[in-house]
């Protein structure tokens, strides 16, 4: 699988003073034909601050990158807008497994009694 470049260099274990560890993530949604990959990263910048950086598109391919900041922030703003960027894909069916599948009976699958198949 392709990724980002920057996500590929990104140091997950630098810390902020007094936070956690930066985070990263990599969701996968599987729906049909469509095979997409999100990528989400929180990455430190000058003089403490960070940004949110993010690549996605079709698994295997060569992925769109950009930043949900458009100038650095404070950590604590930056892990906010992280946490809300994946909340927002894991609401659209993205999962943290590989194999994009929804989670079953949630409210990204619906429920099915079996009645009526055939």
């Excluded at 034909?33 to 989400?40: H, R």
């Excluded at 996605?56 to 946490?83: C, F, N, W």
């Excluded at 590989?98 to 009976?105: I, L, M, R």
Aim: aromatic share 10%; hydrophobic share 25%.
């Amino acid at each position: 699988m392709k990724h980002a470049q920057w996500f590929e260099g990104s140091n997950r274990n630098h810390k902020p003073k007094g936070d956690n560890d930066m985070e990263q993530i990599t969701l996968y949604c599987r729906a049909g034909s469509s095979d997409k990959v999100y990528q989400a990263a929180i990455q430190p910048e000058a003089d403490n601050q960070y940004s949110v950086q993010y690549a996605y598109g079709r698994r295997g391919a060569t992925l769109q990158t950009g930043t949900k900041t458009s100038v650095p922030v404070e950590y604590h703003m930056a892990r906010s807008i992280y946490d809300g960027l994946v909340k927002e894909k894991t609401a659209k069916g993205y999962t943290p497994g590989e194999s994009g599948t929804p989670y079953q009976n949630t409210a990204h699958e619906p429920l099915t009694t079996g009645v009526g198949s055939a």
